[in-house]
């Protein structure tokens, strides 16, 4: 069973580019959930996925927006990036009709200049 | 709005102490409650669940509806407790569970 993996590690853009973070989901699980930790602070919610379609949201501003694939792999979206976008990106995992134990990734660190 | 409080930010007790890391929620409805740990250098887990009522390498949390609140508790420190520990929340809606609202985390360090 492979655990839930994020790419790249970490980036480096400059303000008003455009980002793409990728993650793939835990064996057997359906739903992604994307979370932006900022320095000193906890998780935010961003938003989740589930048979592709965002299924829920978080109070984040439509510049951020995501995939998810059939083999439920998702990606994460960032445009026109701000200088306050810099944070660790994490993807977790889980089984909706599960017991909702979300497993993460280790994170995409980004870095906005 | 959901809301998660975690009023410490850094807890520093000796080994063999007793630790207490406060949690405090706001939900409207009936909200799962977990607590998460990061130790250093690793991703972040799951230490345990209200739902299953386990107490997981000593640790145990008692969901207070009353007082709203979801304490993590465990009798005697050890060193490797020492971690970042987040208490999260997550409501259900749509026939499954919502995404996770944490609290800003407390610095846990066990002193020897």
């Known amino acids: 069973e492979t655990g839930v993996t994020q790419s790249p590690t970490h980036l480096i853009k400059t303000r008003g580019q455009q980002v793409t973070l990728r993650c793939s989901s835990q064996s057997g699980h359906n739903t992604v959930s994307w979370y932006q930790q900022a320095l000193g602070q906890g998780p935010q919610f961003i938003f989740q996925y589930y048979r592709e379609e965002e299924n829920g949201r978080g109070n984040f501003p439509p510049r951020f927006s995501g995939l998810q694939f059939p083999n439920y792999s998702s990606e994460l979206n960032v445009n026109a990036l701000e200088l306050d976008d810099s944070a660790l990106y994490l993807c977790a995992s889980s089984l909706r009709q599960g017991n909702n134990e979300q497993f993460f990734g280790p994170g995409t660190r980004l870095t906005v200049l | 709005a959901q809301r998660v409080t975690q009023p410490e930010k850094l807890l520093s007790v000796f080994k063999g102490a007793p630790v207490e890391l406060k949690c405090n929620y706001s939900y409207s409805g009936s909200p799962e409650l977990f607590w998460y740990v990061q130790y ?48 999260a929340l997550s409501g259900y809606s749509g026939g499954g569970a919502d995404g996770l609202t944490f609290g800003k985390g407390t610095h846990l360090i066990i002193q020897p």
């Open chain 2, 40 to 87: 250093s250098r690793q991703r972040l887990q799951l230490l345990l669940r209200h739902i299953s009522r386990e107490s997981i390498k000593g640790f145990t949390a008692d969901l207070n509806k009353g007082e709203t609140s979801f304490h993590l508790k465990k009798p005697f420190a050890q060193e490797e407790d020492s971690a970042m520990y987040y208490c």
